[in-house]
């Protein structure tokens, strides 16, 4: 097992790698932790003994999102790092060449659930809850995150998740395909693992054909737009309703 910062590395049989997000207490996202996430994922993809990728957390929440306490304080420089972080990092998930499958322990709220939608298999416990709270702490979606969340959500969940900012059950995931299986938190990491290996065993050039037969034009869309500026959006990412809701959101 390999320690690297808030990731931990661990071989499994069948060239199977888990990565477990370990940012205490859950999760929460940093623009240094999301390009390290991508270097890593970028790094695994190489890397030829690997046929594929699995996502965990020892936490009870798998990733809350933005800690919106220190977002507050955040100046253009800091936002314009999140941005990047966000579009970086999960661009390199959802456009990984090699099978990805995420255990979904707790709750996937806000930046969080994109661990979530660009992963390509996910797995879940009864108890967790999958929201986009983006809306009601005053932010708009970073060209990465939106994209992949066209990509892979029905229309419908995109005005649900997105417009309202209200989490989900698990069992409501399940039902609009956002979850593929819902299954004992004892066995979520055991089961994850075995449908990693069953996806590493699929022919790994024709795996990453029909990958970017499906993604990539949301791909090229996302690298278009980081090319053009994206990671540094004019003005920032917040708007004068942002810290307000923040506030709002957190008690204050």
Not at 13 to 18: A, D, H, N, Y
Not at 158 to 171: D, F, H, I, V, Y
Request: with cysteine; aromatic share 6%.
């Amino acid at each position: 097992m390999t320690p690297t910062s808030d990731l931990i590395r661990s071989d499994h049989p069948g060239g199977v790698v888990c990565l477990t997000l370990s940012h205490a207490p859950v999760n929460a996202l940093s623009a240094e932790g999301l390009l390290q996430f991508s270097k890593m994922i970028q790094t695994l993809e190489a890397d030829q003994t690997v046929r594929a990728i699995v996502l965990a957390s020892p936490f009870k929440v798998f990733s809350a999102g933005l800690n919106l306490k220190e977002a507050q304080s955040f100046d253009l420089a800091a936002q314009n790092a999140i941005v990047k972080g966000l579009n970086e990092g999960f661009l390199a998930l959802f456009a990984c060449s090699k099978p990805t499958v995420v255990a979904v322990n707790g709750a996937a709220i806000a930046g969080g659930l994109f661990y979530v939608l660009a992963s390509d298999y996910r797995l879940a416990v009864p108890r967790a809850t999958f929201g986009l709270a983006e809306v009601r702490v005053g932010a708009d979606f970073p060209l990465g995150p939106l994209e992949i969340a066209r990509a892979t959500l029905s229309p419908n969940d995109l005005r649900r998740l997105m417009l309202t900012g209200q989490p989900m059950s698990a069992e409501d995931a399940r039902t609009s395909g956002i979850v593929d299986r819902i299954v004992d938190p004892e066995a979520l990491l055991a089961e994850a693992l075995a449908e990693a290996a069953k996806l590493g065993q699929i022919p790994p050039a024709t795996f990453a054909s029909v990958k970017q037969q499906i993604r990539g034009d949301a791909i090229a869309k996302i690298k278009a737009g980081i090319a053009a500026g994206a990671n540094a959006p004019n003005g920032g990412w917040f708007n004068d309703e942002t810290i307000p809701a923040m506030r709002a959101m957190l008690g204050g």
